[in-house]
């Protein structure tokens, strides 16, 4: 059960392809999410509460098929695409949420434009940091891949040449006379 739980909440915050704080920052989106059924935000706004739970219930299913085979399982990037499709609704209702219950009045049509502009900012420099550190990997890999190709082109080459040769002598010898191709009779 402990496994599982952890598997669990590092599934659910595994936008941050690190163990243990994928497995936090988990803890802190179901957190959000509770307050958000308390406070019944399904009322207020349906379709991001609704489809926060489906992701939530579909990372719930995939714990229950999955979670045998170690937590290392639940950073593989298949996975963070639901739990980042979560962190996206639930920052969009936290935007909601602090307009209805915030001591400051964000009633503010400027304020609102600044709380969803910075984010996209931030997620573009997330981005970019963590693009660039795999840019050499990647080059590697993409080096390694083209001289594999190239590798295996040499040696269809020389094989075809092989063919190539013992053909012109079969040839050869029919014209001569030498060999007779079998009948087929």
């Known amino acids: 059960p402990v496994k ?7 599934l659910l915050g595994s936008y941050l392809h690190y163990n243990p704080f994928a497995m936090v920052a988990g803890g ?3 957190f959000f999410f509770l307050i958000l059924t308390v406070k019944r ?5 349906p ?9 939530i219930l579909t990372i719930g299913a995939v714990t229950a ?4 085979f170690g937590i ?11 739990s980042t499709f979560l962190l996206v609704l639930l920052y969009l209702a936290f935007i909601d949420f602090l307009c209805v219950y915030s001591p400051i009045p964000l009633r503010s049509e400027r304020l609102r434009k600044v709380m969803v502009v910075s984010p996209c900012i931030g997620a573009m420099l997330f981005w970019g940091a ?15 891949l083209t001289e594999r190709v190239e590798n295996w082109h040499r ?10 040769k013992y053909e012109r002598k079969v040839i050869e010898a029919i014209e001569r006379g030498r060999y007779a191709l079998p009948s087929i009779d």
Do not use: C, W
């Not at 550190?133 to 080096?143: C, E, M």
């Not at 040696?155 to 190539?164: A, F, M, P, Y």
């Open 4 to 10: 599982t739980l952890q598997f669990f909440f590092t």
């Open 28 to 30: 802190l989106s179901l």
């Open 41 to 45: 935000y399904d009322q207020r706004n």
């Open 47 to 55: 379709v991001i509460y609704y489809l926060a739970l489906l992701v």
């Open 65 to 68: 098929t999955r979670s045998g």
């Open 72 to 82: 290392q399982q639940a950073l593989i990037s298949r996975y963070a695409v639901m």
């Open 130 to 144: 963590t693009v660039v550190p795999g840019k050499k990997y990647l080059s590697r890999r993409h080096n390694g």
């Open 155 to 164: 040696i269809v080459d020389q094989q075809t040449t092989e063919i190539g």
